[in-house]
Nanobody, 126 residues
Framework: QLQFVESGGGLVHPGGSLRLSCAAS????????VGWFRQAPGKERTGVAC????????IYGDSVQGRFTISRDDAKNTVYLELHDLKPEDTGLYSC???????????????????WGQGTPVTVSS
């Protein structure tokens, strides 16, 4: 089964930072939107950040705007998410996925995404 491999999660104190990675090995990310999503315990998966092909545009969820930064390195087939000023409500399983269609604009509708990874857990606690 083709999927991303996420890494970089962990336990961090409020106000701390993390850098998550989302690596693809058997398919390409070049030309495709890639999104990061978060699922908090007992809640539905929600979009956190999204990046278009060639980094022409990015969008962020309202709760993370100004604190998280998404980036991509198509040569490494990897997308990153930098998390800063973390809050307890940022706790959750972070996963990434790729759009099914080339050269689309960003969006958080999960039905358009494929190659979901297993996720990397982030816990923000004092």
């Amino acid at each position: 089964q083709l999927q991303f491999v996420e890494s970089g999660g962990g336990l961090v104190h409020p106000g701390g930072s993390l850098r998550l990675s989302c690596a693809a090995s058997d398919f390409t990310v070049a030309g495709y939107v890639v999104g990061w999503f978060r699922q908090a315990p007992g809640k539905e998966r929600t979009g956190v950040a999204c990046i278009q092909h060639s980094s022409v545009a990015t969008i962020y969820g309202d709760s993370v705007q100004g604190r998280f930064t998404i980036s991509r390195d198509d040569a490494k087939n990897t997308v990153y998410l930098e998390l800063h000023d973390l809050k307890p409500e940022d706790t959750g399983l972070y996963s990434c996925a790729r759009d099914r269609t080339l050269f689309r604009i960003c969006g958080f509708g999960t039905e358009r995404y494929d190659f979901w990874g297993q996720g990397t857990p982030v816990t923000v606690s004092s």
